[in-house]
Structures are given as structure tokens and as C-alpha cells.
């Protein structure tokens, strides 16, 4: 098993910037690969970002590329977004997944386990 607890989610204005935190305990965390997904009322859950065990791979959604990187602290079994310019349309409560087997990284259905999300709010 493998526990996932999100933080750092907040209230920020438009064009501020927040980082989650995801911390993992149980199986080896260096075995999984990580993914933040997003979800709003009524809506689907969202892929935002991905990084490989190693740390060496890292993908994006469109939406996020460019002000959102995802990174990984293997010492500390940690994985963070760090979230840059953001804007009313990255409102959601955001989830931090982990998966040990191959497969589509962009795949909510892809990943094993999951933590309790955490409310992110931009304000216009």
C-alpha cells in the first residue's frame, strides 16, 4: 500500500504562484512513477503533469506547459508542482497519483494510488 497526502493548496490572485507537496509512505517510492491530476465539479479528472521514477522524464498538459514544473525528491519521498502565473481556469482541487506498472502517464485510470486532493483557488 502506499499513502499519498497532498498540501500546500491555497487561495492565490491571478498570476501568483503556489507549490504542492505530495508526500508518499509505504512501497518504494523511487519504483513509482508520480502524476498530478486536477478536477472541478461536474467535470472529468484532468492531467496537469507526470515525472518518471527517475526524474529523468517529466510531461505536461498543454494548459500547464511552460508555467507549471513538476519535480521529484527521492530523500524525502516528496513530489511537488510548483505552480507559476496562475489563472482563474486552474481553480480545482488537485490530486497527486502514483503508479508502479507501465502505461499512459496522462491516464487517470493508468495510476494505482491516490490522495485526498488538495482546493486550489484563483481569484480574477
Known amino acids: 500500500q502506499v499513502q499519498l497526502v497532498e498540501s500546500g493548496g491555497g487561495l492565490v490572485q491571478a498570476g501568483g504562484s503556489l507549490r504542492l507537496s505530495c508526500a508518499a509512505s509505504?512501497?518504494?517510492?523511487?519504483?513509482?512513477?508520480m502524476g498530478w491530476f486536477r478536477q472541478t465539479p461536474g467535470k472529468e479528472r484532468e492531467f496537469v503533469a507526470a515525472?518518471?521514477?527517475?526524474?529523468?522524464?517529466?510531461f505536461y498538459a498543454d494548459s500547464v506547459k511552460g508555467r507549471f514544473t513538476i519535480s521529484r525528491d527521492s530523500a524525502n519521498n516528496t513530489v511537488y508542482l510548483q505552480m507559476n502565473s496562475l489563472q482563474p481556469e486552474d481553480t480545482a482541487v488537485y490530486y497527486c497519483a502514483a503508479r508502479y506498472y507501465s502505461g499512459n502517464h496522462h491516464l487517470p485510470q493508468e495510476y494505482d494510488y491516490w490522495g485526498q486532493g488538495t482546493q486550489v483557488t484563483v481569484s480574477s
Open positions: 509505504g512501497r518504494t517510492f523511487s519504483n513509482a512513477d
Open positions: 515525472i518518471s521514477r527517475s526524474g529523468g522524464n517529466t
